[in-house]
């Protein structure tokens, strides 16, 4: 079955930067296109990027251009997101989630969530 | 960029009834491109229905999707109190994906 799991909870302080990884299973790994979202503590959904994993080109949201790099590594079947300059307002859960088919592009599989928090 | 606006914030109602849930779009989206997630606290999303009105794999038939162009309306025909979540809108046709600010189903 699908899975994917993500890395442990992390605290950083203000002007760092944080990677967090998701690792893949249970299907061909460069398939399908893998998104990022986050969620602010008692707040919506945020979408921040999505990386094709075969090839590695990313697409990010304009709030996160040149703070959000995705990336992806083959041989473990992971991909990872790393956001710099980091600020109190991106205190969240950083999901990764996965699109169900090539054809339904819906985010049918998901994380289980990294708590990021950002503080001094 | 298209913006999702989901109403009410939050539903009150009581098990057993009829929940409808809205998302408009500020722009027109393609049917084929819209979402609704349910999300329970403490737990990721869980997709429900995709391409406006097809239901995920092992979504129960109480849960309907509906609309096109700007209005979308995600509708739970009698509620089970494992419906008592947060709902979002999605649409993944252009980028950025945005979801909508959901929708609260609460316990009446």
């Known amino acids: 079955q699908v899975q994917l799991v993500q890395s442990g909870a992390e605290v950083k302080k203000p002007g760092a930067s944080v990677k967090v990884s998701c690792m893949a299973s249970?299907?061909?790994?460069?398939?399908?296109?893998m998104h990022w979202v986050r969620q602010a503590p008692g707040q919506g959904l945020e979408w921040m990027g999505i990386?094709?994993?075969?090839?590695?080109?990313?697409s990010y949201a304009q709030k996160f251009q040149g703070r959000v790099t995705m990336t992806r590594d083959t041989s473990t079947s992971t991909v990872y997101m790393e956001l710099s300059s980091l600020r109190s307002e991106d205190t969240a859960v950083y999901y990764c989630?996965?699109?169900?088919?090539?054809?339904?592009?819906?985010?049918?599989?998901w994380g289980q969530g990294t708590l990021v928090t950002v503080s001094s | 960029e298209i913006v999702l606006t989901q109403s009410p914030g939050t539903l009150s109602l009581s098990p057993g009834e009829r929940a409808t849930l809205s998302c408009r779009a500020s722009q027109s989206v393609s049917s084929t491109f819209l979402a609704w997630y349910q999300q329970k606290p403490g737990q990721a999303p869980r997709l429900l229905i995709y391409g406006a009105s097809t239901r995920a794999t092992g979504i129960p038939d109480r849960f309907s999707g509906s609309g096109s162009g700007t209005d979308f309306t995600l509708t739970i025909s009698r509620l089970e109190p494992e419906d008592f979540a947060v709902y979002y809108c999605?649409?993944?046709?252009?980028?950025?994906?945005?979801f909508g600010g959901g929708t609260k189903v609460e316990i009446k």
């Open positions: 990386i094709n994993p075969s090839g590695g080109s990313t």
């Open positions: 249970g299907y061909t790994f460069t398939t399908y296109y």
């Open positions: 999605q649409q993944y046709g252009r980028s950025p994906r945005g």
């Open positions: 989630a996965r699109e169900c088919t090539g054809v339904v592009m819906a985010l049918g599989y």
